[in-house]
């Protein structure tokens, strides 16, 4: 647990090293976090990897105990990419062929950005419930609506801390019970986020142009990917994942699969950690081999 002085926070991180020395000539994954919410939620899934990973996890900007008291930062995409990209020359995480990412939610389009960025250090990259959408009428009015309702939720935030609307709230984000320490802590993150730094953030998640750029750069991204979505998620569309393998699939020339599971939402490391940290291991192995094999001599 440590905190790293940025130029845009006092960046708060935990890093698996720091308790097991050993972990740091391990592969690294840097886990990248959603929408208004701290890292805590990764720690089930850590607690399975770190016997054979170094695993990093940190509070965005604007989240968690990150710091931004005294800084101005620029809350989009590359900002948050900055703030990540400072954290893992850091630590030392830039070393070729090294580093898995791992992005959820809003946190897939920062990885993808990271990806592209760090694609020396690449090993892997994986985009959970971070979908591409064909740009239609429909699509286009319902992210108007989905902007008004950011607004309106940010507004009565707080009524999502207790009852019947955060039974609701955490309903919305998870098919499968997590359990009432997880509940608690997606509701305290969620409402106890900046607010500047949540606006700005559910506006870029649907913002057109935003996301134009993260369809081109996801696609581009020079190392095998893996797809995770919950079929019932009702936060983001989980079409909009499959459209993202498929076209992966027909246009890149690194390696794309799939990781779906039909009865879970938003929260798949919650909801199925075991099963989730499972398909982990398969693509970080996966991508080792293909690596591997480009490198080859023989071939």
Not at 31 to 44: M, T
Not at 131 to 149: A, Q, R, S
Not at 158 to 175: S, Y
Not at 244 to 249: D, E, G, S
């Amino acid at each position: 647990m440590s905190y790293f002085p940025t130029k845009r926070c006092r960046l708060y991180y935990e890093d698996t090293a720091e308790s097991d020395p050993s972990a740091i000539g391990r592969p690294a994954v840097l886990f990248v976090n959603g929408w208004a919410i701290s890292a805590r939620y990764w720690k089930p899934v850590v607690e399975l990897l770190s016997p054979s990973y170094r695993c990093i996890t940190y509070d965005q900007s604007g989240t968690g105990r990150t710091v931004i008291k005294g800084h101005s930062p620029s809350f989009t995409i590359a900002g948050f990419a900055e703030e990540a990209g400072a954290l893992i020359e850091h630590l030392g995480l830039d070393r070729p062929k090294n580093l898995h990412i791992v992005g959820h939610s809003m946190g897939g389009m920062v990885a993808t950005e990271l990806a592209l960025r760090y694609r020396d250090a690449l090993l892997s990259a994986t985009i959970i419930a971070c979908g591409i959408f064909e740009e239609t009428p429909f699509t286009t009015l319902g992210l108007f609506f989905l902007g008004g309702l950011i607004d309106v939720s940010l507004s009565f935030r707080n009524i999502f801390q207790a009852g019947p609307m955060k039974t609701l709230f955490i309903k919305r984000a998870a098919a499968k019970d997590i359990g009432r320490e997880y509940s608690d802590i997606i509701i305290e993150d969620f409402t106890s986020s900046d607010r500047d730094a949540t606006i700005a953030v559910g506006k870029f998640s649907i913002d057109p142009e935003a996301l134009r750029a993260y369809t081109r750069h996801v696609i581009e991204i020079p190392a095998p990917v893996l797809c995770c979505v919950g079929m019932e998620d009702h936060t983001i569309p989980p079409e909009g994942t499959i459209t993202l393998y498929n076209t992966r699939r027909k246009k890149s020339a690194a390696p794309t699969t799939l990781l779906k599971f039909q009865d879970l939402g938003h929260l798949p490391m919650l909801e199925n950690t075991a099963g989730f940290a499972d398909g982990l291991k398969k693509h970080f192995d996966s991508s080792s081999l293909f690596h591997k094999k480009a490198t080859d001599p023989i071939r």
